[in-house]
């Protein structure tokens, strides 16, 4: 409570952080079509209602990922086999993207582990912090991107930063991947920096699937806060990642808009209006006519696993309305026969539930991503991958 009230001193008055002020309201139907006809297969689902809720995200909120460009290369920049005192192989891959006679490049750091006897499965962050949580050198070591620990349980570790996408400040993030699609940067429903960074991610997906070190079918798209309302939008648009971790992502990432609590649409939009498309700013304080709640971006992530979290102390990021948004994907993870684990309310602090399709954690503690929130991480992939 203490610290809800401090972060409250520096936020508008309008937020609020007491449950008891949460307004009464009806989330819209994931498994009903605009049209009114009820959705029960998966492939109806697929077939009828994954594309329109796709399409509504992309026109009320994020802009699309478009998947046209000319060309693309990969060049490595740097590797060595013998880093981590022989435990990984570090590449340094420079991904080079031309569309209209326009190029941008996206700076990949990559450890694949050394002792691996077949391609190896992979994290990939979306990195909103500093370059320095992501050192090749391993001088620099943060528990962000903790990845010794990675290689140690197995997988490889992956990182881009946010800046080669579209640098985060309203008035430069059109200085990325927006040069290749001014098209979109004049629409009001055209993709702007969330959408960018996504874009990143599958263009590393791109390379990955030329790299025989690694198992393009078991990577896991990963963020924090920012970098986590990225990575659901990133699984939503491209179904080659095999997982999604979302951590603490907060509005307009893994919680439910319509609570009000924590942060709320109008203020996310003034402080960043170079995230979201112009049409996202007509819900500014009207979360209730979003045609979508986040639940729906979960579910667009259906059947592959999506592991949310929160930290007790990051009310902002609304921990119960993140847990209500993973129970109300669950029946479309149910048509595809997937049983959801999750508790009928949300587990107490640091009791992560970690079994796929939804999983989920409080951690005690700030707004943050650590080494605890990795090894939850990391069992969950380890879960998934065993049983299939
Ligand atoms: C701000 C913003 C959040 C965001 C966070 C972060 O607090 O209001 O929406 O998630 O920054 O990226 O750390």
Known sequence: VISALSIKAQR???????????????LPEVLKTGSGKAIKSAKAWEKL??????????????????????????????????????????????????????????????????????????????????????????????????AEVLIESGYAIAAIHVSDMA????????????????????????????????WGASRVMDYFETDPQIDAKRVAITGHSRGGKASLWAAANDQRFALCISNCSGNTGAALARRQFGERVKVINTAFPHWFNTNYKKYNDHEELLPVDQHMLISLIAPRPVYATNASEDLWADPKGTFLSLKNAENVYGLYGKKSKLPEVAPGLNTPITEPPLAYHNREGKHDLRVYDWKQFIRFADNYYRKK
């Open 12 to 26: 508008p008055a309008t937020t609020n952080y007491d449950e008891a002020k949460v307004p009464v309201y009806t």
């Open 167 to 198: 640098p985060d400040d309203k008035n430069e993030f059109m200085n990325g991947v927006l040069q290749l699609y001014p098209e979109q940067l004049n629409a009001n429903n055209g993709m702007r920096a969330i959408a960018a960074w996504g």
């Open 49 to 146: 209602r994954r594309p329109e809720v796709l399409e509504l995200f992309a026109e009320n909120i994020y802009g699309p990922i478009p998947k046209d460009f000319d060309e693309i290369k990969f060049s490595l920049k740097n590797e060595d086999r013998n880093s981590m005192n022989g435990k990984a192989h570090l590449k340094e891959v420079l991904i080079e993207v031309f569309r209209n006679h326009k190029r941008i490049a996206i700076n990949l750091t990559l450890f694949i582990p050394n002792n691996a006897k077949s391609p190896s499965p992979a994290f990939l962050l979306i990195n909103n912090r500093g370059k320095e949580n992501t050192d090749p050198t391993r001088l620099v070591k943060s528990e962000f991107w903790p």
